[in-house]
């Protein structure tokens, strides 16, 4: 499924900052910081619990465990989900985590270069999430995917970002249709260059000047 969070106000009070052009670098950081902790806490809830039995210093009691946040690996594709990475991984602290570099070339073939791509042994109870800022054609996604399923099969495959064009879900869909997206808001189109409109710009740049 793709699940977006126009209906959640702070998520979009985040957004809205990201997307304004005098946002400089260091609230632009913070910013996806704050909305990878909330997309975390909002993957949480479709993550399977188990019943524990507790005690309190008074008596026993019923409590729960999230087991598949133990079993996390999280990708960080470069350069721009270096702080969104940060943010999940407040929430998901058990996480391992693989680093990827995946350039886009120019329009109007994109094609995708991977120089660097360090990435743990996945299992079957492991629940991979990628993050990626910006899901423009879906190229870049579609690549670290191809290459990311080379280290063992999940239990599932998530891609969080903050926005996304319908042609790069729907590319993503069909190149791999056992993945879900959680991304703050899908946008309205991608123009001639490939940026995602009406967008927040160079994730990358905005983040890291
Ligand atoms: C941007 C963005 C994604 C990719 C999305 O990265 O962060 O990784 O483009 O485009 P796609 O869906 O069309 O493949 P960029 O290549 O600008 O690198 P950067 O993060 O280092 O700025």
Not at 4 to 16: A, H, V, Y
Not at 17 to 35: Q, Y
Request: no cysteine.
């Amino acid at each position: 499924g793709v699940y977006s969070f126009e209906d959640s106000p702070f998520i979009m009070e985040i957004l809205t900052e990201l997307r304004d052009e005098n946002t400089g670098p260091i609230a632009f950081r913070k910013g996806l910081v704050k909305l990878g902790r909330y997309m975390a806490y909002e993957i949480t809830k479709t993550m399977e619990t188990e019943r524990i039995k507790i005690k309190t210093p008074l008596e026993e009691t019923d409590g729960i465990l999230i087991a598949d946040r133990r079993n996390v690996v999280i990708i960080t594709v470069l350069r721009a989900a270096i702080p969104l990475m940060e943010g999940l991984i407040k929430v998901l602290d058990h996480a391992r985590v693989g680093i990827v570099s995946a350039s886009r070339g120019k329009a109007p073939k994109f094609e995708i270069e991977m120089k660097y791509v360090k990435v743990p042994q996945i299992t079957e109870k492991d629940t991979v999430i990628i993050a990626d800022p910006m899901i423009a054609t879906g190229s870049t996604l579609i690549k670290v995917l191809d290459e990311v399923k080379k280290y063992g099969k999940a239990k599932r495959y998530v891609i969080v970002g903050v926005l996304a064009a319908p042609e790069g879900i729907s590319r993503i869909k069909e190149a791999h249709p056992d993945v879900e997206m959680f991304v703050a808001a899908i946008d309205r189109e991608l123009n001639e260059k490939g940026y995602i409109l009406p967008g927040l710009g160079d994730a990358g740049d905005r983040a890291f000047g």
